[in-house]
């Protein structure tokens, strides 16, 4: 069609008229599809912000955990994970945990929310996993995840790690490298206080761990050295300041610096680390041996620095392990001195207390820490001086702790009570027995005595752990029972944890010879 002009127009109208309905219809088609259009668009940007204000979250992260380790457990294919809870999450209903096996695309998730900072995940296999884990708060949001990889073992740890692990994890302050009376999930408690001697035994427990981990599991065997050197700068929490004592261990109760000066030798050996012997080295002879008076009974070391009957009494508890404190300086130093002072202190010990009687027993009643550190001290001076009266010494007062109904029940170690210094006496004595039932040079017969007294006692506690608890796995203060009490001992945990470890040093040990 042409261009329309007046004169077609007039010349034939009919035919405009037609022309002008087809346009009329087409701008009228036009229009609809404008406002069709304009109207979706207007329906698409309500929805748009439907979604961005309502309450599907699902695009909303928060924050995630951090610190997310699996550990193996004593018991095959399973993991012990741990992680931390991200504080910045205030309404933070738990967290979601999946795993699947590396290769696989079944990815399995635990069937609950977990609340807390730990779970036990038993698997399938002992293959290698990925595990990862989602924090999710009350308004269903959601974190990124954290994933990592770990391999169960086919036959789960030694339960000594266990043991151990449950003495670090519930009873340690790991800013500090020391230790809590209570666990410290009920560190709100009273009675969850600290301590001061019972520190060295509780790390003397991770110290024979770490001797026995640090060339296969060297990651461990760091963080345990880490913990080690916040027990030494933090002083053992020891609660006596003394500006003017620059080891800072030092204590009014003399018997506490002697346990801690063991320790700090112990340390100095296994770390190979002289700085742990020269404090000990220092605290004995700035605070510890000057301590010591005469008199028609002999020399011996006072209890405490206390002037009155109490405090200058010269006990068991402090006279042997002073003896071995200062058997084990001189090997280190080979001064003189020391040897001079154990063979003083052990004999104002063995005259002054009940191995005169002739049964093995030191005290009265006969405890297992003070037959434990004297019958130590007796073996090393043995091997110092090579003279027979000590080993016989030895063999007499250990003989007596692992056969006397007064140490035991049932033929095995008896609780002897529920108190923090109580509870932790088996832990001083089980390295002690350890190495006599090592040592060639004692009687055969009792040797083997020995190793079957500390197989039957580990098998006893091993029995009554309750596994499915883990890592809340306490030991009882006796042996040959379950823990049902209300809340948990750091003593009688480290006292287990010394017994598995002390039998496993065993173990090994005749394994390899």
């Known amino acids: 069609m042409g261009i329309v002009n007046a004169v077609d127009i007039c010349k ?17 088609l036009f229009l ?5 259009c304009i109207g979706c668009g207007e329906t698409n940007e309500q929805d748009a912000n439907t979604i961005e204000g309502n309450t599907d979250t699902s695009q909303i992260t928060i924050a995630p955990v951090t610190n997310l380790k699996a550990k193996i457990t004593q018991n095959p294919n399973e993991l012990y994970l741990t992680w931390t809870n991200p504080i910045t999450v205030t309404n933070m209903l738990g967290v979601e945990i999946y795993y699947k096996q590396k290769g696989s695309n079944d990815e399995k998730r635990v069937n609950t929310i977990q609340k807390g900072e730990g779970y036990v995940l038993r698997l399938t296999s002992a293959e290698p996993y990925f595990i990862s884990v989602v924090v999710v708060d009350n308004y269903g949001r959601k974190s990124e995840r954290v994933t990592i990889t770990a391999i169960p073992s086919n036959k789960g740890v030694p339960l000594a790690d266990s043991c151990t692990y449950v003495l670090i994890e519930q009873f340690m302050d790991k800013t500090k490298g020391t230790f809590w009376v209570s666990p410290q999930n009920i560190s ?32 461990l065997a760091a963080t345990y050295k880490e913990y080690f050197e916040r027990w030494f700068q933090n002083h053992g929490n020891n609660y006596h300041h003394d500006n003017n004592d620059p080891t800072g261990f030092s204590n ?28 000990a080295k220092r605290l004995y002879d700035t605070y510890i041996i000057t301590r010591k008076w005469t008199d028609d009974k002999g020399t011996g070391l006072p209890w405490n620095n206390e002037n009155n009957s109490n405090g200058r009494s010269r006990n068991i508890c402090t006279n042997a392990p002073g003896a071995l404190m200062a058997a084990k300086l001189y090997k280190k130093y080979n001064e003189d001195k020391y040897l001079s002072d154990a063979k003083i202190l052990h004999k104002f010990a063995y005259d002054n207390n009940y191995l ?40 007499k007062v250990i003989s007596y702790v692992t056969t006397s109904d007064r140490c035991l029940t049932n033929g095995i170690l008896r609780n002897e009570g529920p108190s923090m210094d109580q509870s932790i006496f088996k832990a001083v004595l089980i390295p002690y ?37 883990y890592p809340e796995m306490y030991c009882n203060y006796y042996w040959g029972s379950i823990f049902t009490g209300n809340i948990a001992s750091m003593g009688a945990q480290a006292s287990g944890a010394s017994l598995l470890e002390g039998v496993l040093r065993l173990n090994t040990a005749l394994e390899n010879n």
């Open 12 to 28: 034939y109208p009919q035919h405009f008229n037609r022309l002008l309905l087809i346009a009329m219809n087409k701008y009228v």
């Open 32 to 36: 609809i599809f404008i406002f069709s």
């Open 188 to 219: 709100g408690n009273s009675a969850n206080t600290y301590i001061y001697w019972q520190q060295a035994h509780a790390i003397d427990v991770v110290l024979y761990s770490y001797e026995r981990i640090k060339d296969n599991n060297p990651i």
């Open 252 to 279: 009014p109760y003399t018997d506490d610096m002697c346990w801690i000066g063991l320790t700090l030798l112990r340390m100095s050996e296994v770390l190979d680390d002289n700085k742990f012997a020269d404090t």
């Open 356 to 395: 005169t009687l002739g049964d093995g027993r030191i005290e009265e009643p006969p405890l297992t820490y003070t037959q434990g550190t004297y019958g130590e001290a007796s073996r090393q001076l043995y091997h110092i001086t090579n003279e027979k009266y000590y080993l016989t010494c030895a063999e």
């Open 433 to 469: 027995i350890v190495n006599l039932a090592l040592d060639e040079a004692a009687n055969s017969t009792l040797r083997q005595n020995l190793i079957l007294f500390l197989r039957k006692n580990a098998e006893t506690l091993s029995a009554n752990l309750i596994r499915g608890t």
